[in-house]
């Protein structure tokens, strides 16, 4: 059974898709306790990055909203839909536009932490006490001659 993605971008200022994301990210918020932001602040951080968008017959299952800077604010793949490469495609359309890519993610959550290794990101620097709930973060960046290398080689598994 072939499986239909398709591709949709919400520039800055646009947050055709905020709902949808908003949901996902909720729905993974309650499965796995990650993705803790409140609403108001996912919403203005949404509407001022490019959100890049996956969707399978017109079913969110992924996103990426990135800064400017290259920055990952959000990146959310739906649990039943991990595996397929929505994480790394993600990534490769951020890093299309940038010379490198950042992010935090939490210093407990072990599949991010594996998620971002397995694609070449590095570990910076621990911030204890980053999120809002006390949590720590790992700031970790991608970047370098070898990004785009890298990561279109993932794309085109």
């Not at 200022?13 to 993705?35: C, F, P, Q, S, T």
């Not at 001022?48 to 017959?57: I, M, N, P, V």
């Not at 996103?63 to 790394?88: K, M, Q, W």
Request: charged residues 30%; aromatic residues 10%; negative net charge.
């Amino acid at each position: 059974m072939s499986i239909n993605v398709e591709a949709r971008t919400d520039p800055p200022g646009d947050a055709a898709h905020v709902v949808e994301a908003w949901d996902l990210k909720e729905r993974i918020r309650r499965e796995e306790g990650v993705l803790q932001q409140r609403r108001g602040f996912f919403t203005d951080a949404y509407r001022r990055s490019t959100t890049h968008l996956l969707y399978e017959d017109d079913a969110l299952v992924a996103f990426a909203s990135i800064r400017r800077d290259g920055y990952v604010l959000f990146l959310a793949v739906a649990p039943d839909c991990r595996g397929r490469g929505y994480g790394e495609r993600l990534i490769a359309d951020a890093a299309a536009d940038h010379r490198s890519i950042g992010c935090h993610a939490r210093t407990t959550n072990e599949p991010a932490l594996g998620f971002y290794d397995h694609l070449g990101f590095e570990v910076i620097r621990r911030i204890d006490g980053y999120y809002e709930d006390g949590g720590d973060a790992y700031y970790l960046k991608l970047g370098g001659q070898t990004l785009r290398d890298r990561l279109s080689e993932f794309v085109r598994r």
